[in-house]
């Protein structure tokens, strides 16, 4: 049952961060004037596809992300403005043919659009990704939001926490905590049959109990689970004898309810800013694909969150979308930033871009892409059954 019920989620999550992101190119592309083909979630083969007005709208196979396809936007059309600077420079008995020629080319391409509408349409994606992390993260803080509160820090005006307790912030791999199954999240109710309100009081009595087995008694969103850790002698350095990291967290609440709207465009800086910084690290330490979660990955992480309750995956939510936005806007061929890049080339050059070579970065890219996907998601599935 929990697994259909995570599996339920996730296919929720997916569906939602994709149709945000590809309606932001769909809208845009539609007020630009844009000629819109296909507005598709997954990638084919197609499952089945409903055609309203000139705009097919399918359900595909491949559920790793969606697309909207517009004409143009990978040069198939001819290009209105070029058709015209060659009847101009043609003789007055070839003129005639060429401008011909010129009107079949589509006038509602995207390629025959201006630079704004064109960038406006590529970057909305990553725009509606932005925006629907803050409408999330401000749901968030109406009904609460899961937040590590460090004592002694003042809160945010309007700002209350409920519901605090001791808690898991994280667990090493490979520790006793989290081969015993413990996770992010899990609320401590008991160690040794004793309750805790006082942190240090906590980490000092189970450091006492290292070589020996603590019971440790949580709260996993509405259920009460225990388990039996050792606590080690000599941990690893920069860990504890169970190898996790506790700290207080409680739910975030903003009263009245509006003022919730204005926080959550802080917290959604915050995390654009951290994301960002993560992705850079990423590549600046060069960590390969072990910095890098796939679809398994989330997955398997949906599952987590979803036993800890709404408030939970309401955030997790709202992370996703902004790493998907961020994501988006790394000027990598096929990615919405690659799309971008070439349009700013061809803003700077003062002219067309050779559409060909473009279209053959933008397929070499989304092969990088799909296998990079396989090749982390292998990995995943590879980790999993270890555990």
Known sequence: ????????????????????????????????????????????????????????????????????????????????????NAADSANAGDAANVANRATTGNPRSFVNKGFW??????????????????????????????????????????????SQSISILDTSAGSPAANAGLQTGDKILLVDGRQFADLDSLVNFV????????????????????????ARQNPPAGQGSLGVDLGYVGLLYFHPWYYSFYEGIGATWQVVQETANGIYQIFVSHQGLGAIGGPVKIASLTGQVTTLGIAYIINFTALLSVNLAILNVIPFPALDGGRILFLLIEKIRGKKNNRQVEQWFNMIGFAILILLIVLVSIRDVGTLIKK
């Open 117 to 162: 509408a064109r960038f406006g349409t590529l970057i909305a994606g990553v725009v509606m990704n932005v925006i629907l992390a803050w409408f999330l993260f401000s749901i968030g803080f109406m009904f609460g939001l899961p937040t590590a509160v460090v004592p002694g820090e003042q809160l945010p005006a309007h700002a209350y926490v409920r």
């Open 207 to 230: 450091h006492a109990q290292e070589g020996k087995t603590v019971d440790l008694e949580i709260s996993r969103g509405n259920r009460s689970m225990d388990f039996k850790v050792l």
């Open 1 to 84: 049952m929990h697994f259909l019920i995570s599996a339920i989620v996730f296919i929720i999550i997916l569906a939602l961060l994709v149709l945000a992101h590809e309606f932001g190119h769909f809208i845009v592309a539609k007020k630009s004037g844009m000629e819109v083909k296909e507005f598709g979630f997954g990638f084919p083969p197609r499952i089945f596809g409903i055609k309203k007005g000139e705009t097919t709208y399918s359900v595909n196979w491949l559920p790793l992300g969606g697309f909207v396809k517009i004409t143009g936007e990978d040069g198939e059309e001819a290009d209105l403005s070029a058709g015209a």
